[in-house]
């Protein structure tokens, strides 16, 4: 009974640690930004003091007044806004002189923090507010006193809007951009791998061909050389392409005329090839593996009726290994959606161009005072894996398990 | 026979001659008659806007649509071409073989069989050959090259000297990849184990696996991100303020936790030393979700008849687990050991996000990145120097090779192959 309880609440507290990072996630990217970068994604589910500047009136509104009444609230929210503040205005931090204790007959400057339904002196009137908000400001004579900027505190109430999604969607162009440059690079590499590595598994499982058995012993051990090795030479060899590409361009179109020669040595295409060719080893394994356990006597007696072996691995072998390809894109679509390193070395490099992480990577500079517009892009960043990795589960651990428990 | 060998070597010069030539000139040829398809898309794009009365400004929708537009073709583009490869050769050597030999169908057949293999492997060979072996062995060879290419040992000079530039940097990345390489791994399969074990005992143990296993599907840099907001402090200027206000709440969690106040913002992966183990444990939030599936498939897999026998036996749950289950799952325990080794070896991404030109926090793969980017004073050397760390890279990972390939090649003996 003991162990049980235990499982139960050493389970739960792991759980917990596990989850707590997202909530804080999608927490700070549903606040305001002053509430995001000022109090912690925690005191967003409770009543918290947040400070808030507000003016008395709008400038420019010269009318003669004896008491001017309002509402701090309502001044705050004028505005309009996603995050409507509510709540008990707690104080109002003013800057006034008071006699100075230590200079007789001199005063000296104080911020002091003023509570509810005490008078404090504003441009030589008296204010006063209470707790929900509403204020008066009266004066001995009629006066025509300027918009006063006053800091107040509130124990302000949660509230929570998208306003953060839509502006990093809508108003800023390089969430938009990434993501479609993030599809532009994850789809064609993920389908064109595993269309090579299909053909190749076949071959390198049913077909007789001299050198067969070491060629794939070569081709899975090139699964362990870290890809680091091979960018400099990869990234020469593209700009090589991309030059004699410019000349090329020079020399059948008038580009001159419009300056457009310049062929970009890192590009999508670029990117394509080389994450083809990194995903193919761990491609063939997996396929590989799983064509030479299907039944021998389908391709034995498929022969026999003659049919040749393109027939063969479009009409049998590919309806058969639906799963295997499954587990295989999902790794690649993942793997290249989340890549940072490849498309840092061999990706475009114009900002309209960079794929997602890439970008994030960047924010976590440019949003570092905007913590909510860089929560909700790595939410953004986040939804299509983990959509696709949640729907495709089975495939996914079933992957990892040939990947890994049989060996390699 | 012989004309045979000579019809089998013509006609595969004759395959392989066409996709050199065609397939880049139909891919060019392809982008260049669609291009007007991204104005189409763009025009559709403005009328969407027009229609809908969308706030934001028409320009935008233009870029965006147009993109939208590249985007498509250039996706149907390139999976049609290397659909198009497939197709085109086999319908050559089809025809090829008919064609030379009109009249002998078994020859026909034979010619045919002999090239159609190396159609399924050709496009798999010749990428791997040129993006990883040739690359791999030329990046060898310039580590051991001046830029100008003669020969010279002067990249690797940060192994002995201390004047050399990176000597410093490269001490401490292997500091560094000493500490990932022990408690990354560790603590990543002694959480999956108790993960994997405490949740097969429990009812809710599918949810919580799940809950587990979901950072597996996130970028490292989206992983930076979501803990930045745990472990970074205030995020802006102590004394700067907002709207009008000093900020008075810490904003990270585990700071406000560790009892820091908002002045104190100093993020704690940033910490002399101690930061690391931050971004270690990063890496592993994310990774432990592999290591519980595996040991919780493992764990599954363990025969029954031992379980029920220590059961009679009166073991106790920590008995149970270390003395039966454990021993059984062993070898599994050290594929994912050297799996996640292999991976820590190589980590970047989250170094690199959170505390890029931190020498304290170095790791082999972001002194690259390094050495390329701020090593100026290094000059025209700075690829060779880049190649010698990625060198050393390799190195690091070359044991755990070994120890892989013996332990598989064992593996296959003990099946009796």
Known sequence: MITRTLSHSVLALIVFIWVVPFVALVSTSLRSETEAKTAGFWTAFTPTELGHRFSTHDKGDDTEILTMAGNILARLNNEASGFPVTGDVQSILIKTRIPDPENPEKTKLVRKLVPAGEVMGVRGGDFVFQTNGDFTWTFEQPATPKPKNLDVFINQNPVFGTDAYIEVLFDNKNVPNALISSFIVTIPATIIPITIAAFAAYAFAWMQFPGRDWLFVIVVSLMVVPTQLAFLPILQGFSGIASWATSMNQWLTDCELTDTCQVASKSFASLWITHTAFGLPLAIYLLRNYIVGLPKELLQSARVDGASHLQIFTKIIIPLSVPALASFSIFQFLWVWNDLIVALYIGPNNADDLVFPIRLQKQLGTFKDQLHLLNASAVISMIVPVLVFLSMQRYFIRGLLAGSVKGG | ?417
């Open chain 2, 1 to 417: 026979m012989r004309s045979l060998k000579l019809a089998i070597a013509s006609n595969s010069l004759a395959i392989f001659l066409t996709i050199v030539f065609l397939l880049p000139i139909t891919a060019i040829v392809a982008f260049v008659v669609t291009g007007p398809l991204d104005d189409a898309m763009a025009n559709f794009g403005l009328w969407m806007h027009r229609a809908f009365e969308w706030s934001f400004p028409e320009m935008n929708t233009i870029e965006r649509f147009s993109k939208i537009g590249f985007a498509i073709r250039s996706v149907i583009i390139a999976v049609g071409i290397s659909f198009m490869y497939f197709g085109i050769t086999n319908w050559l050597n089809m025809s090829l073989a008919r064609h030379r030999e009109r009249d002998a169908v078994g020859r026909q057949s034979r010619i045919v069989e002999a090239i159609q293999p190396w159609i399924f492997v050709g496009p798999t060979l010749v990428l791997l050959l040129l993006f990883l072996l040739v690359p791999a062995l030329s990046t060898l060879g310039l580590s051991f090259q001046e830029s100008d290419g003669t020969p010279s040992l002067r990249n690797y000079a940060f192994l002995w000297d201390r004047d050399a530039l990176g000597y410093l940097q490269f001490r401490l990345a292997m500091r560094n990849s000493l500490l990932w390489l022990i408690l990354v791994p560790t603590v990543c399969i002694s959480f999956g184990l108790l993960i994997a074990v405490l949740a097969d005992s429990v009812r809710w143990g599918v949810v919580a696996k799940t809950f587990i296993f979901i950072p597996l599907a996130i970028s490292f840099v989206g992983a930076a991100v979501i803990w930045r907001n745990i472990f970074a402090g205030g995020g802006i200027e102590p004394l700067q303020t907002i709207n009008g206000v000093t900020p008075s709440y810490q904003i990270g969690l585990m700071k406000s936790l560790l009892g820091h106040t908002a002045e104190y913002n100093e993020p704690l992966y940033s910490l002399k030393f101690w930061g690391n183990f931050f971004l270690m444990w990063i890496l592993v939030w994310v990774q432990t979700g592999f290591a519980m599936v595996i040991f919780s498939a493992a764990l599954r897999g363990v025969p029954e008849d031992t379980i029920e026998a220590a059961t009679i036996d009166g073991a106790n749950p920590f008995q149970m687990f270390f003395r039966i289950k454990l021993p059984q799952i062993y070898s599994t325990v050290l594929v994912v050991w050297t799996t996640l080794v292999i991976l820590v070896l190589k980590v970047f991404d989250i170094p690199y996000a959170l505390s890029a030109n931190d020498d304290d926090k170095l790791l082999l793969a972001t002194m690259m990145e390094n050495a390329r980017n701020n090593w100026s004073i290094g000059g025209d050397n700075v690829d060779n120097l880049f190649a010698a760390i990625a060198v050393m890279l390799m190195l690091t990972v070359v044991p755990n090779m070994i120890f892989n390939g013996w332990r598989i090649r064992r593996e296959q003996k003990e099946l009796g192959h």
